[in-house]
């Protein structure tokens, strides 16, 4: 389910040092890519704060603002602008990045290591994270197998928690 946070609510974002409790979906484990911390409305990070719309749309790593924050699945995403916040509304799954935010080259290993917008590929209109440039640049040299390990791996990790692979 995708909401709209009231602006006023959104002015702050106060972290939390308490790991999220609650999953969108109670049997699986850390299906999202997410910040330890909580936002204001109570809902973990998603992105690093990235604007996920303008990542996978125009390669452009901007930062989101609080004041443009949908919450999609239990996560909150911020916007740089409110077009960019009401176009991901509208289909968030068209926007998310492929494999809850993780890096899809450790998906391809059936690890889920951390996915970092600066390091990003859109293939195909999805959006891929990479945990680092020198990952990244391995992505590169064989993008088509790396991609296609990680959507054969994704469907049995996908429910793991993190701490278990």
Request: charged share 15%.
């Amino acid at each position: 389910m995708t909401h709209y946070v009231p602006q006023l609510l959104l002015a702050l974002t106060i972290a939390a040092f308490v790991p999220r409790t609650t999953t969108p979906d109670a049997d699986l484990q850390d299906p999202y890519n997410v910040s330890t911390g909580t936002t204001l409305v109570g809902a973990p990070l998603g992105v690093h704060g990235f604007d996920p719309y303008l990542l996978g749309t125009v390669g452009a790593a901007a930062h989101g603002d609080a004041a443009f924050t949908v919450v999609h699945d239990d996560v909150a995403y911020y916007f740089a602008s409110q077009t960019s916040a009401d176009r991901f509304a509208a289909d968030p799954n068209a926007f998310l990045p492929q494999f809850g935010a993780f890096c899809a080259y450790a998906v391809a290993l059936g690890k889920k290591l951390d996915g970092d917008p600066r390091f990003a590929d859109v293939v195909d209109g999805k959006l891929y994270l990479f945990v680092n440039a020198q990952i990244f640049a391995k992505y590169l040299a064989n993008k088509e197998q790396v991609l296609a390990d990680a959507h054969r791996k994704w469907p049995t990790i996908r429910g793991k928690a993190v701490g278990d692979l």
